[in-house]
Nanobody, 123 residues
Framework: QVQLVESGGGLVQAGDSLRISCVVSGVTFSMYAMGWFRQALGKEREFLATISSSGGSTYYADSVKGRFSASRDNVKNTMYLQMNGLTPEDTAVYYC????????????????WGQGTQVTVSS
């Protein structure tokens, strides 16, 4: 059974940093590209970042480029999203996703999803 479990979300203040994690089990993690997405209340799911299976390639949405950084540890089967300079507009449920193949910003091309972790940024 494939499982993706996000953690590390919470309530922070504007300007703070936060790192969220995604632990993957049930698949060979090192064979999967990974992605981070988020969904704010009443809005569509938004692509944030994607990282290749080796971790050697990343791609970011313009909205988070320079503030967010995706990384992974293929020994720990874990992906991370370091978020800096958070603003209230970053408030959302953050999801990780896995796909066979290369990096991709399209959510429909991902095979597996986590349940999400809430990030709330107060002003």
């Amino acid at each position: 059974q494939v499982q993706l479990v996000e953690s590390g979300g919470g309530l922070v203040q504007a300007g703070d940093s936060l790192r969220i994690s995604c632990v993957v089990s049930g698949v060979t993690f090192s064979m999967y590209a990974m992605g981070w997405f988020r969904q704010a209340l009443g809005k569509e799911r938004e692509f944030l970042a994607t990282i290749s299976s080796s971790g050697g390639s990343t791609y970011y949405a313009d909205s988070v480029k320079g503030r967010f950084s995706a990384s992974r540890d293929n020994v720990k089967n874990t992906m991370y999203l370091q978020m800096n300079g958070l603003t209230p507009e970053d408030t959302a449920v953050y999801y990780c996703a896995a796909r066979r193949g290369g990096i991709d910003s399209t959510y429909s091309r991902y095979d597996y999803w986590g349940q999400g972790t809430q990030v709330t940024v107060s002003s």
